[in-house]
């Protein structure tokens, strides 16, 4: 409500809350939420969703990583969500483009639709060891300045659902 996200923006002042004049769903959120990003000085933005939640540290990680130089040669960066019970947030999982990957193509075309044909697997997730995707949801995706720059904005008038998937196909 509009009331909850004033007592947040009033306890936390580097908090700035975009409002839209009418309901643009998620994509256009994303788009305007990423607009007025662009307006600051970051060089990285996250974005996440009303009910996504980084764990404590998670920001404070990332920052730390960049200040050593491990994310110098990637412009968007993926991350793991997991739901509360620490399951694989099946919707969020990234995934290869089939159509760009024989391999993803053949386990896609003869998998009679099961699951994790092209999704990245589970042991993607224990290792920490930083691998390529194509796409990925707006869930706890970190985006460089130089990434939105050449992407440009989200297209917001999707309202919801394609528009990460849509969006992210254009960085590779």
Request: charged fraction near 25%; include cysteine.
């Amino acid at each position: 409500s509009r009331g909850w996200l004033a007592a947040r923006a009033a306890d936390e002042p580097r908090l700035e809350v975009v409002e839209s004049p009418e309901n643009r769903g998620g994509a256009g959120g994303f788009e305007a939420g990423l607009a007025r990003a662009a307006l600051g000085a970051g060089d990285w933005f996250v974005l996440m969703d009303d009910d996504g939640r980084p764990q404590p540290g998670a920001i404070g990680a990332f920052r730390d990583a960049l200040a050593r130089g491990e994310g110098a040669r990637w412009d968007a960066i993926a991350t793991a969500v997991h739901y509360p019970d620490g399951r694989i947030c099946e919707m969020n999982r990234p995934w290869v483009n089939p159509f760009w990957h024989g391999r993803a193509f053949a386990r896609t075309l003869f998998s009679g639709g099961r699951r994790g044909a092209f999704h990245i697997a589970d042991a993607d997730y224990e290792g920490g060891a930083a691998r390529r995707i194509d796409g990925t949801s707006f869930v706890g995706l970190f985006l460089s300045r130089r990434a939105v720059a050449a992407a440009g904005l989200p297209d917001g008038r999707l309202f919801i659902y394609g528009d990460d998937v849509i969006y992210t196909l254009g960085f590779r």
